[in-house]
């Protein structure tokens, strides 16, 4: 099966390849599925290395559309400068690339299910929460850690778009998992302040 996820993601990214587009032009174009696909979007160059500047710009963006969900809106909407931005052609390939990688795996384990808790309203909002809660921990100052709340924030994306109600389910398991692990590097550095030498 191939996802509506793993297509439209491909199709965006194909295009900006070759002709670069805002923000804006990729939410009027997808409309309500504009939420998850440039959250999902803004999130998987986290996964990579990034050009000065880029990671201010796509954290806010995907905070901006998240709390929007949480707020149960229906109609994306992004500050001028976010929605201005415009993917670099080669950032643009290398995601193409790697997404085929990931998207072979989620194919074989994603499908409608669970539709009571995948169609229900509050879920939707529930989704924004999680994904909102997740990118204040993705902005966050701390090294090495963006693929663990960006792997969390692409699994909601993916079960929000392809209304898999299991795999949302998964999703807040491994939201709450990831915000143990900050917990427990944020108290491992607290600790860390506290044991280094006072000089006078």
């Not at 504009?34 to 290395?49: E, N, R, T």
């Not at 929007?68 to 809106?73: F, H, P």
Request: hydrophobic fraction near 50%.
């Amino acid at each position: 099966m191939h996802l509506k996820f793993t297509q439209d993601i491909e199709s965006l990214l194909s295009r900006l390849t070759h002709q670069p587009l805002t923000l804006r032009d990729i939410l009027t174009e997808t409309s309500e599925r504009g939420f998850s696909l440039v959250i999902g979007l803004l999130v998987l160059p986290f996964l990579f290395p990034m050009p000065p500047g880029a990671s201010s710009v796509l954290g806010l963006g995907c905070l901006v559309l998240s709390v929007q969900m949480a707020l149960g809106r229906r109609k994306p909407w992004l500050p001028r400068k976010v929605a201005n931005f415009r993917f670099p052609p080669s950032l643009s390939l290398k995601l193409l690339k790697n997404l085929k990688r990931v998207m072979r795996v989620l194919e074989k384990i994603v499908r409608p299910r669970w539709l009571t808790v995948a169609e229900s309203p509050k879920v939707w909002r529930w989704n924004g929460c999680c994904m909102s809660w997740l990118t204040l921990l993705l902005i966050l100052p701390f090294p090495f850690t963006n693929p663990m709340p960006t792997a969390a924030i692409l699994l909601l994306v993916v079960a929000t778009l392809e209304q898999d109600g299991l795999l949302m389910c998964v999703g807040y398991g491994l939201t709450a998992l990831v915000t143990l692990a900050f917990a427990f590097i944020a108290y491992v550095l607290w600790q860390s302040t506290h044991l280094l030498p006072i000089s006078f």
